[in-house]
């Protein structure tokens, strides 16, 4: 089957791009990450025994709870949701594998190379010990210098990037690959809550991806964003928020989609005014980009501002209270049933209502002002984060039947449940109680050691409780009794309407919910033709408009079997991890030495390890992309499908476009920090660095080029090679005609004014750090466009995209949002 | 700004130690209320309507595999918006009281007939440095009168800091190139209470390197008068110092007491 090796074949697991194998993938990788930060708490609970004695220095403490932090969110918790979503969501709605089979593999082996480079930090002189929400200006080298900080920032990075792939095919797959008949509001509860989940994603971690590049350009490059007095900490602080409030969100709504799912299914009833539920999802949503000072309460913000987000974060509160007394009542009138996935769904409930109340304190600022920097912060966080997250251990029993054909160890499961239980309310309630402890603080107050001790006993019952579900699922697997494709009484979705485990295209025949439930159709074939619907007066119908059954009739290879297996997102990982690798060290291994003149620079080397990684890295970048755009991997999209709200948008530009929302994001990020600072600094105390003609030039240059692309697409739509070929081409020149100005500019900078990344001859660093940081990424994205359009125009040359144009449409989509994002930078560094 | 909530009060000021347990009393009952509730309800609901087995198919509109999902509506759904309707009130109510007392907190009480002192605190890894307006700096520890209310704009040297004493319920950030505020305020019963001199633990509560744990400081609150002959003999020489950073030009609304 399309070249996908068996399960049992090692190979399969490397090179599959079947959305139920990420899945597991993801499940089995996140756990072992759970150990992972586990052994991390473990040690501060040990550091925390007793308040004199150590047993870490305090920097190993620091690196522990950094570490801690960053993997339990970033590694375990959303990883663990996603392997949930990639297995469940598209069978959910009734797909066939998610919209971007080979960008889903990606997205995997992005997280685990992530995860892999954060492991390595801790061998690189230390890992980052800055916390996990890295501070400024704790996180720039001068206090943090090992270069396993860098690694790490970079780690984060590189995850990041992973997951906003994962979050535009997850948007894609929801929005484009719904079975017929199931409109948006008749999803699943998990499915919703994981749409809820990439819609926040997509904003949120594209905040953290700009923050994370700009904290990575002071670490390797030398800038100094977060070291600038000019507002330099407080920018840091605004943009880890708005991307780290939505966070809680995100890590929580999957888990609530399970808690959504499992009161459903094992009491009977269905969920009580569903309706509801849903816009409270939806608000909490949008509103969670609305209350992220609240975290910054201390900082000099003003009582305006805090007054403002008292009310949006108390009014974040009210929906929330909505959709827990819908669960409440979801089960009144019920035949429930006490199996483990519920006790664990019900369990979640219970600590979320606590996580939740002790939520209502911080909202008040007084209380906040106190609560600060303490124990009930971090108590309260663990509550609502990790007690979300005690649904997703209902949601891995839940669908063990459905992922492995064997039933679990029920005995084994409710005993996990209640040392589980016993366990997290003995490490987190105690931390209430000695609430007055300062946070990441092991000197405290001996007056609540007692709380600690008990806490830390209680860490260890909650630790040794997960070897019960290890023992569980191990045992089960290999002996376990088949459960059958549907072992529960009440269960409504579409996974369990098909075997235990599901095939791998998951449907034998097309699903559809037309007729009001599940039906599995079988479509009329026409001999090496596509499938076709035929409507009642014998008509072929088309249900998406014109683009859509345009694909249909243009697509080249639609006689061909869907592909499961590509050995590229694998490589391509593997490339983009040792790039990264080599950058962490490239600020302690190449040193340069300007001289007058370019040429007249010295770059010396001290360790050729990390620029080797480098280069070999982006050669591994080139040569993947290139073999992953030539390969013939064919992933159709569904042909029918409820689309709403982008019924006429083809997949493809669907996920462009989506892209594109996360990249303005980026962009913005780094414009905003750029007038933030500028603002902090006294916004008329700066002069453009730069002479405003070359940027004037570039500008002209930029506008003309997309005038190019369009001419491309005509050209191509007219079939003309030619055309195409003359029309690439120009785009080409003028694109590397910026890049020369640009250059120019640079090298006239450097050398004839002193203006380098770290030093301003004519005014603060800081201002040079902006200038050069951002244009740098907008070059960056015309290199990027411009790799492709060589790509591409070879593949015009060699006889390519006449039949099929959209390659050419998506990418003068691309250059067009890179030449808009110029004209916001050019007035911002050369006019004003 | 004053709110009604300080008028009834009648007393001249309260320390923000005392606004805070206030609130977080009134938050901890109606918490407590208010969980106990909804957990004893739910718990309750859970047992009673667990699947014995002995309940009749009759009227049990059991869901199945592949049916477009759909809610429950009727009397349930009513039930729903009223404990939503309530629970706004509750929180809405509670941080409107809240606000309140964040106002006075905010701005302080109006500044006493002997003057308000200020100080500029400024965090350092691992300490923090007190200057007053003499341009005295202290290490260590920040002295200070009884029966006054102080001052501190706090700011930090080098990395993130929060400047905070757990008993004195006060809390501040200290951010490099910026500069917040807070107040306290102890009175002369306290500092007799504790035997003529009163001494709050200072700790720092951001994480700001290794030696984050024992970035510990205190303040220690003198009668006026011992305050007094204190600052007067800090006038000329910076001795406790070690070496007297110039942190800046203190903002300084002369102490009355101090001046003569």
Known sequence: MSGLPPTTSVKRWFVTTNHKDVGILYTITALFFLLFGGVMALLIRLQLWDPTSQILSGLAYNEAVTAHGLIMVFWFLSPFAFGFANYFVPLQIGADDLAFPRLNALSYWLYLGSGVLLAISFFQGGTLSAGWTIYAPLNVPMYTPSIGSTGAVLALAMFVTGTTASTVNFLTSIHHSRAEGMGIMDMPMFTWSMLATVWMMLFAFAALLAVGLLLAADRVLGSVYFSATEGGSLLWGHLFWFFGHPEVYIVFFPALGVMLELFQTFSGRRLVGRKWVIISI???????????????????????????????????????DLVVFALIYTLIKGRIQFTTPFLFAFGALLLFILGGITGVFLGAIVLDYEFRGTYWVVAHFHYVMFGGATALFGGAYYW???????????FLGKLHFVVFFLGFNAVYFSMFLGWET??????????????????????????????????????????????????????????????????LENWSNRPSYASGKLEFVKDFVPDGGPAMKTDDDGDVATDGGDSHSAHISKYPYWDEHPSHASIWPFALAVSLGVTLFGFSGFAEAVTVVLGETAMQSDINISNALYPIAIVAGIVGLLYTGVKWGLEDFYAPPSEFAERWPFNGVEKVKLGMWFFLASDVIVFGAFI????????????????????????????????????????????????????????????????????????????????????????????????????????????????????????????????????????????????????????????????? | MINPVILQQGSDWRAQAEVFDEIFFVFLALGTLV????????????????????????????????????????????????????????VISLVVYAYGLLLYVEDGPSVQEEGDIQIMVEGYQYGWAYEYPNGHT???????????????NITSRDVWHNFGSSDLRIKSDAIPGDYSETWFAVSSEDVEAQGGEATYAVQCFELCGPGHSQMKSQITVLPQD???????????SSASAGNSSNIGAAGVAAPGGVSA
């Open chain 1, 438 to 503: 300062p946070r990441r603080v092991f000197e405290y107050n001996p007056e609540f050691q007692i709380y600690h001790q008990f806490g830390t006993i209680g860490a260890f019952v909650l630790g040794l409780s997960f070897f019960i579900m290890f023992y569980n699922f191990a045992k089960s697997y290999v002996s376990g009794e088949p459960a059958g494709d549907n072992p529960w009484d009440y269960s409504r979705t579409a996974e369990w309407a098909v075997s235990s485990p599901p095939p």
């Open chain 1, 282 to 320: 939806c608000l909490i949503a949008v509103q969670s980009f609305l209350v992220w000072m609240h975290h910054m309460f201390l900082t000099t913000i003003n009582l305006e501002i805090k007054t403002l987000m008292m009310a949006t974060t108390i009014g974040i509160s009210l929906p929330f």
């Open chain 2, 226 to 236: 011992e305050w007094e002959e204190w600052y007067a003999g800090t006038g000329n």
């Open chain 2, 35 to 90: 969980g106990t509730i909804v957990v004893s309800y739910t718990l309750w609901n859970v047992y009673k309507y667990r699947d014995d087995g002995n309940r009749s198919d009759e009227k049990f509109d059991a869901p199945t595999v592949g049916e477009l999902p759909t809610g429950q509506g009727g009397p349930k759904a009513k039930k729903l918006f009223l404990s939503f309707g309530l629970s706004a009130i509750v």
């Open chain 1, 672 to 832: 905003s920090a750029a007038v933030f600072i500028r603002y902090n600094a006294g916004w008329m105390t700066w002069e453009p660095l730069t002479e405003s003609l070359p940027g004037l030039i570039n500008t002209f240059v930029l506008i003309t080029s997309s005038f190019t692309v369009i001419l491309a697409l005509v050209a191509a739509r007219r079939k003309s090679r030619q055309g195409l070929l003359a029309t690439l081409g120009t785009t080409i020149l003028l694109g590397f005609t910026f890049m020369t100005i640009k250059l120019w500019e640079w090298n006239h900078e450097i050398f004839d004014r002193g203006v380098t990344i770290a030093a301003n001859a004519h005014g603060d660093p800081i201002q040079a750090s902006i200038y050069y940081v951002t244009t740098g990424l907008h070059g960056i994205h015309v290199l990027l466009g411009l790799v492709i359009a060589i790509f591409l125009f070879v593949r015009v040359y060699q006889g390519h995209y006449l039949d099929d144009e959209r390659p050419i449409e998506y990418f003068g989509l691309y250059w067009h949002f890179v030449d808009i994002v110029w004209v916001f930078i050019f007035p911002l560094f050369y006019l004003f």
């Open chain 2, 138 to 152: 202290e290490r260590g520890e920040l002295v200070v009168p009884a029966d006054q209310r102080v001052d501190l």
């Open chain 1, 400 to 410: 063990f039947p459905k992922i492995t054909g064997k039933m679990y160890d029920e």
